[in-house]
């Protein structure tokens, strides 16, 4: 999937997940070994299962279940790997995280 369809798909989801009510999110996973770069987004990403290796800003971390970041203000793509198996995690869009 492009950039471009990756963008799109995110403007146009629908679903619910953990995310506050008047956000839409996107449930992603990633297998080992596999590597997505998050277009630009109002909203956070946030670990569902497994551990992550985020890459955005010009700054590395790690994440665990339950753990959040805010990519509202990235200008440019964050880039997300999976460490030690497969990686579940949500892209909550228009809005911070509301639990």
């Given at each position: 999937?492009s950039?471009?369809?990756?963008?799109?798909?995110?403007?146009?989801?629908?679903r619910?997940?953990?995310?506050s009510?008047?956000?839409s999110?996107?449930?992603?996973?990633?297998?080992q070994?596999?590597?997505?770069?998050?277009?630009p987004?109002?909203?956070?990403?946030?670990i569902?299962?497994g551990?992550?290796?985020?890459?955005?800003e010009?700054?590395?971390?790690?994440?665990?279940?339950?753990?959040?970041?805010?990519?509202?203000?990235?200008?440019?793509r964050?880039?997300?790997?999976?460490?030690?198996?497969?990686?579940?995690?949500?892209?909550?869009l228009?809005?911070?995280?509301?639990f």
């Amino acid at each position: 999937m492009s950039t471009a369809e990756m963008t799109l798909l995110f403007e146009a989801a629908e679903r619910k997940g953990a995310c506050s009510s008047s956000d839409s999110s996107l449930r992603i996973v990633l297998l080992q070994g596999e590597v997505l770069l998050v277009p630009p987004a109002r909203g956070t990403l946030r670990i569902l299962s497994g551990t992550a290796w985020i890459s955005f800003e010009g700054r590395d971390m790690l994440l665990s279940r339950d753990e959040y970041i805010n990519i509202a203000l990235c200008a440019e793509r964050t880039v997300v790997a999976g460490l030690g198996g497969a990686l579940l995690f949500e892209v909550c869009l228009a809005g911070a995280l509301g639990f």
